[in-house]
Each structure stands twice: as structure tokens, then as C-alpha cells.
Nanobody, 122 residues
Framework: VQLVESGGGLVQAGGSLRLSCAAS????????MGWFRQAPGKEREFAGA????????YYADPVKGRFTISRDNAENTVFLQMNSLKPADTAVYYC????????????????WGQGTQVTVSS
């Protein structure tokens, strides 16, 4: 199973980015998909997740109302739309596949991408 994130980069505070995570080697629609992030010197933390079908989403409080997760099961891809970005959002963002709901801890996910860097300047 391979998860490949893309779309990271440098953006000014208040700006937006859209991350993508393309999956291969698995039945994508069988997995809930989560997004985690890890800032330097900090533990990996849950940002949000979407159910197998895409019918429900769940977000951590720091990103609620600013981040939106969606998925396209036909394209085996999950997206993270990030708006109103803040310097505190600076981190490496990872997508992860889970058989649990909601997958709010790193241990609840079975497959991980390599991560993509998001840097928000003030």
C-alpha cells in the first residue's frame, strides 16, 4: 500500500492550500482516511478524518471551520483544503488510512504517507 501526499508549500498567513493524498495498492474505499500533522519538536497530532464513503468528517478543534476534508473514491484520492492558514499550522502533514472511526490517534492508522511540508509565514 502506498500513500503519496502532494500540494504542500509556503503560504502567507490567511492564505489557502489544498493537499492531496493518492492511494495505491489497496481497496481505498474500505479505509477511513485521516490527516495528521507534526511540527518540529512536537508529537504528531490529529487534524481531521473522513469516513469510508465520505459521508462524515471529524476535525480537531484547532482546525475546525478552516480545514475541509473530501475524498474521491473513484480516483483513490483524499483532499485536505486548508483556509485561513496560521503560522501555528506550520508542520509536516501526513495522510493515513485506518479501519477505525474516528482515527484520532496515530496508532489507529495502518498505512501512512511520507508527508508534505506546509509552512505558513506571518
Amino acid at each position: 500500500v502506498q500513500l503519496v501526499e502532494s500540494g504542500g508549500g509556503l503560504v502567507q498567513a490567511g492564505g489557502s492550500l489544498r493537499l492531496s493524498c493518492a492511494a495505491s495498492g489497496c481497496t481505498f474505499s474500505r479505509y477511513a482516511m485521516g490527516w495528521f500533522r507534526q511540527a518540529p519538536g512536537k508529537e504528531r497530532e490529529f487534524a481531521g478524518a473522513i469516513t469510508w464513503s465520505g459521508s462524515d468528517t471529524y476535525y480537531a478543534d484547532p482546525v475546525k471551520g478552516r480545514f475541509t476534508i473530501s475524498r474521491d473514491n473513484a480516483e483513490n484520492t483524499v483532499f485536505l483544503q486548508m483556509n485561513s492558514l496560521k503560522p501555528a499550522d506550520t508542520a509536516v502533514y501526513y495522510c493515513a488510512a485506518s479501519t477505525k472511526w474516528p482515527p484520532t490517534t496515530p496508532s489507529s492508522s495502518v498505512y501512512w504517507g511520507q508527508g508534505t511540508q506546509v509552512t505558513v509565514s506571518s
